[in-house]
């Protein structure tokens, strides 16, 4: 019980930083030039905990129709931050673990 709280508590301060990560890589990419499309592997690789999130709400509450802007809702929005929390505190939760079995076995 107390793993699973420490890495809901771990989960919330990983997804702030990386929220201010990704805002300094994207000012940081928009000053060097790098191409800002969808399909650069450096951005997929940054909105990875993200998408998470729309896949969470998509799952819940399916869409009727394919509707344009339809991320900017502040439903999608709120998925996206519960989903990124998520993200984070089952990596640390499987950080805890691995680390628990670690110290157990030495």
């Known amino acids: 019980m107390k ?3 420490l ?3 771990l989960g919330i301060p990983l997804s702030l930083l990386y929220v201010l990560f990704v805002i300094l890589s994207m000012g940081i990419a928009r000053q060097l030039n790098f191409s800002r499309d969808a399909n650069a592997w450096w951005f997929q690789a940054l ?3 993200l998408e998470w ?3 969470l709400l998509v799952f819940f509450f399916p869409p009727d129709h394919e509707k344009v802007f339809a991320l900017l809702h ?3 929005i709120l998925a996206d931050i519960v989903g990124c929390i998520l993200f984070f ?3 640390g939760y499987l950080f805890l673990w ?3 079995r670690r110290v157990r076995l030495a």
């Open 7 to 9: 890495s809901f508590c």
């Open 3 to 5: 793993r699973i709280l």
């Open 47 to 49: 909105d990875f905990p």
């Open 89 to 91: 505190s089952v990596l």
């Open 98 to 100: 691995w680390r628990s």
């Open 74 to 76: 502040g439903r999608a």
């Open 53 to 55: 999130g729309g896949r």
